[in-house]
């Protein structure tokens, strides 16, 4: 099994994602690191995915209108009781080749378990 353990997408902050000052609006920030949190453990789920069962959000610095920004999602620890998925969201500055970091998030994942019944039916 391929265990993508790494993932990096991008996103550009338009106007329709951010205020009328240009400022990135924090849930949609919110929302596309929760889709992309999900992408290094979907493979792990015969159905549906289930909500993560704690999570930990912290932003750093604002993102602005034409920002481009990468999220920088990857699977750090698979136990007995799930699944780690560290999220990093950078934007290049623009003087230097250096990233400065926008918010960072972990969310944690529970372990799929499903109860099977047998029917039993009288004679």
Known sequence: MNTITHINTTFTVTKKVSNPNGF???????NRIKAAALMPVK???????PEFT???????????????LTIQTQL?????????????????????NRHETICTALFGFPLEKYTFQQNKTAC
């Open 76 to 96: 750090v620890k698979q136990d007995a009781n799930g699944y780690l998925v560290n999220i990093m969201v950078t934007k290049a500055k623009k003087a230097s």
């Open 24 to 30: 990135l609006l924090p849930n949609i920030l919110y």
């Open 43 to 49: 493979e792990f789920y015969l159905h549906a995915i």
């Open 54 to 68: 704690d999570y930990k959000f912290k932003m750093h610095k604002n993102a602005f209108l034409n920002d481009n």
